[in-house]
């Protein structure tokens, strides 16, 4: 965090909340840092009671308020952003895709070039406690050799298959759901959409 000019704000249980004050690629480029980190540890966790960590980053740019609350008998400083509540959902949702790192489209649309990085588009969504639909990228930087090659390999045709999913013509997002897993059967994204479809077919039916 610190050698990608960001700050440490606070500890939240496991958790680390982070600020970047410059711009948005130092906070991508700090979390894809964590991720390779935490990847070189793992390797010394191949014990059966030294399970690999996982962790789940979540990132959104926008305005706050950076200051101190309490009273005399208790003060400290915190951070009050809507902003800063999003991050926390995004961190949240890692958990239901089964990814490490998502930002919004607020720090998408931020990144000098986005090209730099691999990004893929995976949900366009009402995040609870927001009105305005909100859209979610998964950057892979971090992922496993094999993984990453996979969904280089299946982008245009997992892209396609979303923009079906989102027409809810489920049956042709099945199809191309299904050839991005024959490609990269590691792809847990896009077994989720898989899945849903089906469901959601059954439900028609």
């Known amino acids: 965090i610190v050698e990608n000019n960001g700050f440490i704000d606070k500890y939240i249980g496991d958790a680390i909340m982070?600020?970047?004050?410059?711009?948005?690629?130092?906070?991508?480029?700090?979390?894809i840092a964590m991720l390779h980190a935490l990847n070189e540890y793992n390797l010394s966790r191949?014990?059966?009671?030294?399970?690999?960590?996982?962790?789940g980053i979540g990132?959104?740019?926008?305005s706050l308020m950076l200051g101190t609350v309490g009273g005399?008998?208790?003060?400290?400083g915190t951070v009050i952003s809507d902003a800063v509540n999003l991050a926390s959902r995004l961190e949240g949702l890692t958990k239901n895709y089964g990814v490490s790192l998502l930002i919004s489209h607020e720090t998408f649309y931020k990144l000098q070039d986005p090209?730099?990085?691999?990004?893929r588009l995976i949900d366009c969504l009402r995040v609870k406690g927001k009105s305005s639909m909100v859209s979610v990228f998964e950057v892979f930087d971090a992922d496993p050799p094999e993984l990453k090659a996979g969904k280089l390999e299946t982008q245009m045709m997992f892209e396609q298959a979303l923009v079906l999913y989102?027409?809810?013509?489920?049956?042709?997002?099945?199809?191309?759901?299904?050839?991005?897993?024959r490609q990269n059967p590691q792809d847990r994204v896009a077994k989720i959409y898989w899945e849903q479809c089906n469901r959601q077919l059954q439900f028609v039916c």
């Not at 191949?46 to 399970?51: F, G, M, N, T, V």
């Not at 005399?72 to 400290?76: I, P, V, Y």
């Open 18 to 31: 982070a600020l970047f004050g410059k711009d948005a690629d130092d906070a991508v480029q700090a979390g």
């Open 46 to 55: 191949i014990k059966p009671d030294r399970p690999p960590l996982k962790i």
């Open 59 to 62: 990132i959104n740019t926008g």
């Open 72 to 76: 005399q008998s208790q003060m400290a």
């Open 115 to 119: 090209s730099l990085y691999n990004i």
């Open 166 to 181: 989102s027409l809810k013509s489920f049956a042709e997002a099945i199809e191309r759901f299904e050839i991005c897993l």
